[in-house]
């Protein structure tokens, strides 16, 4: 065993014995990567990290792990884990740099307290394009070597990671009372995370950076009174109908997010090319499939919320948009005076600026196509 790996074992053995895993343990859950035999072949099982077992996010995740063990003909398999069955979503990238897990499903956002330059990466300023363009910024104009330089070369990470799912434009979210102007936002209490709590502060709140499991306790107690998550369906499950009746929809808050899967460097590396590939690739086949499962989901939770559970559907005020773009003006000039920021916002006003211009001028208008054949449903 050389000195690499014998470090490594210990690491992943001094962490199983404490406490912090213990549960997930108990039942096997965290291993290095395992090899059976199977027939003729081997399969790796992958330990891979991920969401709330309650959450549609940790379906998203399966979708994923379907499709490479469907596609690997089972030479892979990745384990898929709840949020918390190993360690705290936010020490996820922790586990998969120190091997103690061999992937993760998340969203660089969560380790945004350790280089705020993870919110550029999905949480970022909006420029004119949505999370499809920066989709395209990440693959072909250059963020894929900008977060391989952050991750391996800046913080020196042993990770290797790939985004997933381009997600629809965070709600700006929940409230107990109706808002439609920036002044009206002043002295709430709101719940956001990464750069999007700097933008909400811009505008005059306090923000509080929580879990999703914490959210609604922390309405019901007052420490927040109001809030966002992410889409309807998280929303709904986690009980938002139950402490607010406002559903503001739009923002740019965080309107470009996408899924970061990462995996653990040593261990993607030791893979056959064709296995490597599998992993790659198959965050796209699941980015189609989440898409689908989003679309049909989403627009099913939010027509329920609203006939069912008595919440009213606003969409963002334009004075309150107009506000996140001052806003984002400030926050852009402070963060660009650390080097790698601004290289990474330039090269995404370059994309946005050729790309954007081809989306805007090329999209057909569906709110008039809209209005015409459903007169009367849009409340906009």
Known sequence: MSKKTEDKALNRRSFLKGGAAAGALAAGAVAAPAVLAGGHEKTTVIKMQGWSASDIFQEMAQQYA???????????????LPAG????????????????????????VYWYGKNKAASLFGTGPVFGGNANTMMGWFYKGGGQELYRELTQEIMELNVV??????????????????????????????RTVGLAADLLQKMGMSVAQLGGGEIVPAMERGVID???????????????????????????????????????????????????????????????????LALDQYSRDLMELERDEGVKIHRTSKEILQGQI?????????????????????SQRAWVERVGYFEIMAGADVVTAYNHFFPGKLKL
Not at 95 to 104: E, Q, R, S
Not at 161 to 182: A, D, I, L, R, S
């Open 66 to 80: 379907d499709r490479v063990e469907a596609m690997s003909g089972g030479r892979l398999k990745i384990e898929l």
């Open 326 to 346: 001052e806003a984002w003006d400030q926050i852009i000039a402070e963060l660009e005076s650390d080097p790698f920021m601004k290289k990474t916002l330039d």
């Open 161 to 190: 990671g790939f985004m997933g799912f381009p997600m629809f434009p965070q709600p700006f979210g929940w409230f107990k009372g109706e808002v439609n102007t920036p002044a009206d936002l002043q002295g709430f209490k709101y």
């Open 226 to 292: 109001a809030f966002e998550f992410n889409n309807p369906t998280s929303d709904r499950r986690f009980g938002a109908a139950d402490v607010a009746k406002n559903y503001y929809l739009s923002s740019y808050h965080q309107a470009s997010e996408s899924f970061e899967i990462i995996f653990n460097r040593d261990l993607f590396e030791s893979l056959d090319p064709d296995l490597q590939a599998i992993l790659q690739y198959g965050v796209e086949a699941a980015s189609t499939s989440n898409t689908m």
């Open 85 to 108: 069955a190993v360690v705290k979503q936010s020490q996820v990238l922790d586990a998969v740099h120190d091997g103690v897990l061999d992937a993760g499903h998340q969203v660089p």
